[in-house]
Every structure is written in C-alpha cells, then in structure tokens.
C-alpha cells in the first residue's frame, strides 16, 4: 500500500541533515519519480518509521520538510529496537553517509544498552563493519572520517582517550596517522608514548614538528645511533657498563698513585 506523506510525518532515529547545497542536487531526480522512494514501517496507532530511502527523506527534511511524495507503507517491526536495526541495514545497503550509521550504532550502544557484538548478530552485518564507526566523540570529524575509511579507529582512538597529551599533540599525532607517505603505525604510537612517559620533551607547535615525531618513533635509526655509539667506545651510555668504565678508571688512577 503507497500513501502520500511529508517529512516531518516521518520519525527517524537520528539528527545528522545534509547541507542544502548537498539535498538541493538530489531533488531533482525525486521529483522526476512517480514511484515510493521511502518505504516506511506503520505502527498500530498510525506512526511511521523510516525504513528505506533514507537520503530522499534527508533531502526532503531539508528543502521542504512539508512536502507529500508518494511512500510505500509496511507492518512495523515489534520494537523500536527492531525498527532501527532494519534501518541500520538500510544505511549500509544504500551506502548512507558515514554520520548516519554512526549514530544510529551509538543509539542502539548506548540508549538501548545493546553490544556491538548483539547488534551485528541480530543485523547480518559483520562485526568488524560495526567497530569501525565506535570512535570517541571528542575526534574531529575530518579523522572520523578518514578513521573509518582506513580501518584506523582503535589508533584514533587511543590517541583520543590519552589524558596526557594536550589537543594540539592529538591533533598532530591524528595528522601523522592519515599522513599520506609514511603514516604512524600503533607500533611507533607506543613508542612515542614511552617517549614522553619517560620525560622527554616535544613540542607539536614548533616548526618541523611532523618531522621531530617521525624521528622519535624512527626506532630503527635509534637503533643505528645506539650501536653506532657502542662501537665508538661511549658504553657509558648503558648503566651498567658505565659503572664498569668508572671502575676501571678508579683503579687506573690507583695504580698510578701508588
């Protein structure tokens, strides 16, 4: 059954609204279509749910949110538990903007208390493709994005959650991991981590900062400098031979004083 309805007739489960530059392009072709572009889930007192069409409806919400256009009616799901997974899967088959599957996981995490392994169990969609969109709130869009179309959500995610790094180093380190030549691994973000917990100093303001990080993490030239300093005879760099060195010296001036 096809009714005609509008927008602000529909409810969703998300806020995310594309720009109107971004809606004005698609109206066009809607207006050309005679057939349901939205297909809606119908409640037993007469509310409706968006199921499919989710960028028709975004484009309506936003350049006339009153508008009527012909939608395809069906027998709601159980719960609004049910309601969202099948628009979850509606996002994921009509590729919908990263934002939307994005909130609409968070929805089903944290205001249905549900896991992202229940979720993907009760949807058909892999688990991996649910993790993918859980990164912290406070990561700049940019690098959400980028985030979720590189696989990189636990690195982002861990520089996020670090307490002792200020924003301007989160925000480097975020550029470091998206670099577009020698990108930092979770390997060389460990090292950096040692790096400042032990103390040393960086300063993601100055100048040739990007390069300074590229140079902490470089753990194979450490490497090279340290046994570099080991064959040039300075063992006092290692604790334990440079009391041996003091030593020898103590001994030597011994000998000579005696």
């Known amino acids: 059954m096809a009714k005609y309805l509008s ?34 889930f119908k409640d037993k007192i007469g ?30 799901p159980a719960n609004e538990y049910q309601w969202t997974l099948k628009l979850l899967q509606s996002c994921y088959l ?6 939307v599957k994005m909130e609409l996981i968070r929805n089903l995490l944290n205001d ?13 969609i892999e688990l991996k493709e649910i993790k993918k969109y859980l ?8 690098y959400k994005e980028l985030a979720i179309s590189n696989g990189k959500h636990t690195l982002v995610n861990s520089i996020c959650n670090n307490k002792k790094l200020t ?28 790096y400042i917990r032990d103390g ?28 570099s300093s080991l064959n040039s005879g300075r063992y006092y760099l290692y604790p334990r031979l440079y009391f041996k060195r003091k030593n020898d010296e103590i001994t030597k001036k011994t000998n000579l004083l005696s």
């Open 7 to 40: 927008a602000n007739q529909i409810n969703v489960r998300h806020q995310y609204l594309p720009t109107r530059n971004t809606a004005s392009k698609k109206l066009p072709i809607l207006l050309k279509s005679n057939r349901p572009l939205i297909h809606v």
């Open 47 to 76: 509310n409706y749910f968006l199921w499919k069409g989710i960028e028709v409806y975004q484009t309506l919400k936003v350049l006339n949110s009153t508008l009527k256009i012909p939608c395809q009616i069906h027998q709601g």
């Open 94 to 99: 009509e590729n919908s903007y990263w934002k």
């Open 112 to 124: 249905d208390k549900k896991t992202a392994e229940q979720i993907s169990e009760d949807s058909g």
């Open 135 to 142: 990164i912290q709130p406070d990561v700049p869009d940019d």
């Open 167 to 194: 924003d301007e180093c989160k925000t480097l380190l975020y550029e470091a991991v998206f670099h577009y030549s020698t990108p930092i691994t979770f390997e060389q973000y460990n090292l950096f981590k040692k």
């Open 200 to 227: 040393y100093q960086f300063d993601p303001s100055e100048a040739g900062s990007m390069v300074k990080l590229k140079e902490i993490v470089n753990q194979n030239a450490a490497l090279i400098y340290y046994w």
